[in-house]
């Protein structure tokens, strides 16, 4: 069975992660611990099995020293994105008033 197209996208960036935080010679715990987050929070990131924050991409884009658009510069046909089903399901948003 083919993956989700939303699979393969966020597993390539998590790759792209992975690879630059190497490039580095930083660890998964250092990273973490640069943007305050927890180092198994961050391998689900790498592992593509989470759908980070934007905010979150550009913490780690600044505690590796690369632009936000090198996390993103994967082989993948963007195109894909508008004719597969999305695995996004948004939460509902509750405002406490």
Same mark, same amino acid.
């Given at each position: 069975? *083919?993956?989700?197209?939303?699979?393969?996208?966020? &597993?390539?960036? /998590? #790759? =792209?992660?992975?690879?630059?935080? @190497?490039?580095? @010679?930083?660890?998964? +715990?250092?990273?973490?611990?640069?943007? /305050?987050?927890? $180092?198994?929070?961050? $391998?689900?990131?790498?592992? /593509? &099995? $989470?759908?980070?924050?934007?905010?979150?991409?550009? =913490?780690? *884009?600044?505690?590796?020293?690369? $632009?936000?658009? #090198?996390?993103?510069?994967?082989?993948? #046909?963007? /195109?894909?994105?508008?004719?597969?089903?999305?695995?996004?399901?948004? +939460?509902?948003?509750?405002? =406490?008033?």
């Amino acid at each position: 069975m *083919a993956k989700n197209t939303d699979e393969v996208l966020l &597993r390539l960036v /998590g #790759d =792209k992660i992975r690879e630059l935080r @190497k490039s580095k @010679k930083l660890s998964l +715990r250092d990273l973490a611990y640069r943007i /305050g987050m927890e $180092s198994s929070n961050l $391998s689900v990131i790498e592992n /593509g &099995r $989470s759908n980070p924050q934007l905010l979150t991409y550009a =913490k780690i *884009a600044a505690a590796l020293d690369v $632009s936000l658009s #090198d996390i993103f510069e994967v082989t993948f #046909d963007f /195109g894909q994105l508008n004719t597969s089903e999305s695995v996004y399901n948004p +939460r509902k948003h509750n405002p =406490k008033n």
